[in-house]
C-alpha cells in the first residue's frame, strides 16, 4: 500500500522561498518518476516539477530556475524547494509518484493521471 504524505505548506510572502516535502510510504528507492503538481483555483492541476529514475528533473516553464525538485532515497522523501515565491504560484500543491520509465521530461507533458499514487496536497499562498 503506497501513501504519500504531503508537509510544509504555508503563507508566505512574495519574493521569500519555501520548502515542501512529501514522505512515500510504501514506495522505496529511486524507481519510477516522481512529481509536484499544483491546481490553482479555476485551473486544472499542472505538473510543477519531475524526477526520473535516473535523477533527471523537469520543470515547467512558469518555476524554471526558481524551483527545485530533489529525493531522499534512503528517506524516501521528495522535496521542492521554491525560490522567489510570486502570488501566481499560489496553490495547492500534490505529490505523485508513478512506477513506469516515463523520463522526467515526458512526465511534464503528460496528463497527471499518468501518476497512479497521490498526496492528499498542502495549500500554499503566496501573498
Known amino acids: 500500500h503506497v501513501q504519500l504524505v504531503e508537509s510544509g505548506g504555508g503563507t508566505v510572502q512574495a519574493g521569500r522561498s519555501h520548502n515542501l516535502s512529501c514522505e512515500a510510504h510504501?514506495?522505496?528507492?529511486?524507481?519510477?518518476?516522481k512529481g509536484w503538481f499544483r491546481q490553482s483555483p479555476g485551473k486544472d492541476r499542472e505538473a510543477v516539477a519531475t524526477?526520473?529514475?535516473?535523477?533527471?528533473?523537469g520543470y515547467a516553464d512558469s518555476v524554471k530556475g526558481r524551483f527545485t525538485i530533489s529525493r531522499d532515497n534512503a528517506q524516501n522523501i521528495l522535496y521542492l524547494q521554491m525560490n522567489d515565491l510570486k502570488p501566481e504560484d499560489t496553490g495547492k500543491y500534490y505529490c505523485?509518484?508513478?512506477?513506469?520509465?516515463?523520463?522526467?521530461?515526458?512526465?511534464?507533458?503528460?496528463?497527471?493521471?499518468?501518476?497512479?499514487?497521490w498526496g492528499q496536497g498542502t495549500q500554499v499562498t503566496v501573498s
Open positions: 524526477i526520473d529514475s535516473d535523477g533527471d528533473t
Open positions: 510504501g514506495y522505496t528507492g529511486s524507481g519510477g518518476c
Open positions: 505523485a509518484a508513478d512506477w513506469s520509465s516515463m523520463t522526467a521530461i515526458q512526465a511534464l507533458g503528460l496528463p497527471s493521471n499518468a501518476f497512479r499514487y
